[in-house]
């Protein structure tokens, strides 16, 4: 069969980065199978090379979508007119992490790293992106967050750990004189939000878990921090697992609209009265969680609704108490945004068969537009499959839940259980080119949501913290013999995959259940949590007290020590794949290289990729070209799969 060849070639030098005994896979020179269009089935690079939005913002006027692009290799920043059009980059230094913005809509404010180490420098573009100048360059220490500009534009707040490394201080900077003031020392991870319209504060978030924040407000006139919440029981405000949460403040500063778990089960839709400092629901459900939230044109709500990992997002006006759903975009998950002084919302939206498309919605005509189209690379509608939650009941009488990507035409396939980290993330209906890939092969892909997941509520989430841990853990063991006792999998031939807390997940049930899983992926994961939480990034440790305890308190230390997946390495029996971004630093390569030295010291086949240019995942196209048909090619030589 005739096949079209793309080869992608890069070279890395591997004398300084030699690693003693444990010899690493450097990526050098790969050659990708890029197939024919319409052939059955694609090829692996047709699903990689799958290309769309990664995140879009509308611009303040209205006049714009701006999005995170890798249509380079590298992620940058491209814009594109709401009226639609071809999109136009505007960046072209890559390791572009977030973007913003500027109030009146001239321009943009965005953050990149170098090679993934996560420490940001700031800089500011036209929209024409013909003038562009560095406001703030990287330090050794400076781990950033950014909050928000001042409604006149003139400034910023951020927070930065430069200080001491360790915790987050906020600064106010002053676009047009340069200056940057340091107006709050912080302890732990305070973050400025939101400003509110008439300059004078800004909300500020104190993370005290991957799931739950404490609220304050921040007076720029006094530099003075008021308290507005610290819940007994944990809870977010507008930010915590929501990653595209916001606080919206009406007009005339009143009030805020957010999402809120605050004192209830479920996540709602909340107006928060500043005058009271009240919390009162205008939207809610039973059991789903509302998790976006936007004001737009300062009529109109609108707001996502997590069901079971799938989204939906409605729109209503809270003077009437009317609310409709907008119809018509594809199954999956979305993002919101919207211009200052218009009825018109923008939706960023990934799933199953879609690698980001962008829409406009206009409210008062109900218009829906596709305003950016997201590039397949030739694969068909055909070529993707939905997934469908599956609920099973844990040993100890919980239900869980997880999504399922089947085969069609083939009866009890074999599987790998893809878990996803955090721990408090969710597996969700977005786009993933690995599962779909797995089967368009006749590999089913399982992706759990095992206790200490979010989007199924707070009892849930919370389920799995400190010394329940490996309730967790146990959970694999139980959803996958629950597959294969309805036949939905041959329970036999399982792998588990999986990044960061996923990465941990895979090393732990494979030490603490050595039969149930053929193989595992662990990709940079944790492997000994006390070394993990003494080296963590300070945005980690700042959450990681509510879940995990105190790292430096000798009882927890014991507890972690015994329950980490390297104390019980000689337990695992399987060949294990390791990967491991030089520069991540959030979860040390260390921690990859610690399981690594133990399982080949007792003799378990093990491979060890390090990406000499990347932090906590893979960004740039060549390393994902090399890193996932590795990895296909691992776990398919050992479910014996043809």
Not at 415 to 427: L, N, R, Y
Not at 486 to 509: C, E, I, P, Q, T
Request: net charge negative.
């Amino acid at each position: 069969m005739t096949r079209l060849i793309l080869a992608i070639v890069w070279l890395f030098a591997t004398s300084a980065l030699a690693q003693d005994d444990l010899d690493p896979i450097l990526p050098t020179e790969t050659t990708i199978e890029y197939g024919l269009a319409g052939e059955d089935p694609p090829a692996l690079a047709r699903y990689l090379l799958s290309r769309g939005a990664i995140t879009a913002t509308m611009s303040p006027t209205g006049e714009h979508v701006a999005l995170i692009l890798d249509t380079t290799g590298e992620r940058e920043v491209w814009v594109v007119p709401t009226t639609g059009g071809a999109p136009r980059q505007l960046t072209f230094r890559g390791g572009v992490r977030f973007f913003h913005w500027l109030p009146d809509g001239s321009g943009l404010f965005y953050g990149a790293d170098d090679d993934g180490n996560q420490l940001e420098a700031y800089y500011e573009i036209d929209v024409e992106g013909t003038r562009e100048r560095l406001v703030l360059d990287s330090t050794e220490n400076g781990f950033r967050a950014f909050g928000d500009f001042s409604p006149d534009g003139r400034r910023f707040a951020f927070a930065s750990t430069e200080r001491n490394g360790v915790d987050y201080d906020i600064y106010v900077g002053d676009r047009a004189t340069g200056d940057i003031e340091m107006a709050y020392e912080g302890n732990r991870a305070f973050v400025p939000r939101q400003w509110s319209p008439d300059g004078t504060r800004f909300f500020v978030t104190e993370q005290v878990g991957e799931d739950s924040v404490n609220l304050h407000v921040f007076d720029t006139r006094t530099n003075e921090m008021t308290t507005l919440f610290v819940p007994d029981d944990r809870a977010a405000f507008a930010y915590g697992f929501q990653s595209n949460a916001s606080f919206e403040w009406t007009e005339d500063g009143s009030s805020v609209y957010y999402a809120s778990n605050h004192e209830r089960e479920f996540t709602a839709l909340v107006r928060h009265d500043l005058g009271t400092n009240s919390l009162e629901p205008v939207v809610e459900y039973e059991d789903h969680d509302v998790a976006d939230v936007r004001l737009v044109g300062g009529r109109w709500l609108a707001w996502t609704v997590n069901v079971d990992g799938f989204d939906r997002v409605f729109v209503g006006d809270p003077r009437t108490d009317e609310a409709f759903e907008i119809e018509g975009l594809p199954v999956g998950v979305y993002g919101l945004s919207a211009a200052d002084d218009e009825g018109t919302l923008a939706i960023d939206t990934t799933g199953p068969y879609n690698p980001g498309d962008v829409y406009t919605y206009q409210i008062e005509s109900s218009l829906l537009t596709k305003v950016y189209a997201s590039n397949r690379a030739g694969l068909r509608d055909e070529d993707f499959v939905v997934p469908t939650s599956v609920l099973c009941e844990a040993r100890d009488g919980l239900q869980l839940q997880g999504l399922l990507y089947l085969p069609d035409g083939v009866a009890q396939p074999p599987v790998v259980f893809d878990v996803h980290g955090g721990p408090t993330g969710q597996s969700r209906a977005e786009w993933n080119p690995v599962a779909q890939f797995f089967v368009s092969q006749g590999i089913a892909v399982f992706e759990p949501n095992v206790r200490g997941s979010t989007g199924f509520g707070r009892s849930y989430f919370k389920a799995d913290d400190r010394r329940q841990r490996l309730d967790s853990v146990r959970d694999l063991v139980d959803m996958l013999d629950c597959l294969g006792e309805r036949g939905l999998v041959d329970a036999s031939r399982a792998a588990v995959r999986g990044g960061s807390y996923g990465g941990y997940m895979v090393n732990a049930v494979l030490a603490g259940y050595p039969d149930a899983f053929a193989a595992g992926v662990s990709l940079f994961g944790v492997g000994n949590w006390v070394t993990a939480l003494e080296i963590a990034s300070p945005d980690v440790k700042a959450s990681d007290l509510v879940e995990y305890g105190d790292i430096e308190d000798e009882a927890w230390r014991t507890f972690y020590r015994d329950i980490s997946p390297v104390t019980i390495a000689d337990r695992i029996r399987v060949p294990v794949l390791y990967m491991h971004g030089a520069n991540d630093p959030v979860v040390d390569k260390g921690e990859s290289e610690q399981m690594v030295r133990a399982l080949r010291a007792g003799n378990v086949p093990v491979e060890y990729v390090l990406f000499p240019d990347e932090g906590h995942g893979w960004q740039k196209t060549k390393n994902r070209l090399f890193g996932y048909p590795y990895e296909v090619d691992f776990l398919r030589r050992h479910l014996t799969v043809d």
